[in-house]
Nanobody, 123 residues
Framework: QVQLVESGGGLVQAGGSLRLSCAAS????????MGWYRQAPGKQRELVAT???????NYAVSVKDRFTISRDNAKNTVYLQMNTLKPEDTAVYYCNAAGTYWDYLNRRYFEVWGQGTLITVSS
């Protein structure tokens, strides 16, 4: 099937930058949308940014102009460059991908989530 492995989280001071990576592996036939979501303590998971296979992007208002999502289709990897981080960006960040995979000779749909990576922004 398909798995996602995230990397790049950690502790950063307000105003700093971090870059997250998320690599998909498995019997992938195609990946349509990839994206990043986050969940702060006591809050619901929310969309941060998404990107289509053609490069179309969508951002949450709260991160627009500070975060940049990109992807390398050849590597099945999505990135999130986060600049000017604020304490309110503190959350567990999850990668998400949807597409199709090979199940023997059958092509099936998938949607998977990464394990999550914690980002803590100190004031």
């Amino acid at each position: 099937q398909v798995q996602l492995v995230e990397s790049g989280g950690g502790l950063v001071q307000a105003g700093g930058s971090l870059r997250l990576s998320c690599a998909a592996s498995g019997s992938i036939a195609s990946i349509n949308a990839m994206g990043w979501y986050r969940q702060a303590p006591g809050k619901q998971r929310e969309l941060v940014a998404t990107i289509t296979s053609g490069g179309g992007t969508n951002y949450a208002v709260s991160v627009k102009d500070r975060f940049t999502i990109s992807r390398d289709n050849a590597k099945n990897t999505v990135y999130l460059q986060m600049n000017t981080l604020k304490p309110e960006d503190t959350a567990v960040y999850y990668c998400n991908a949807a597409g199709t995979y090979w199940d023997y000779l059958n092509r099936r749909y998938f949607e998977v989530w990464g394990q999550g990576t914690l980002i803590t922004v100190s004031s």
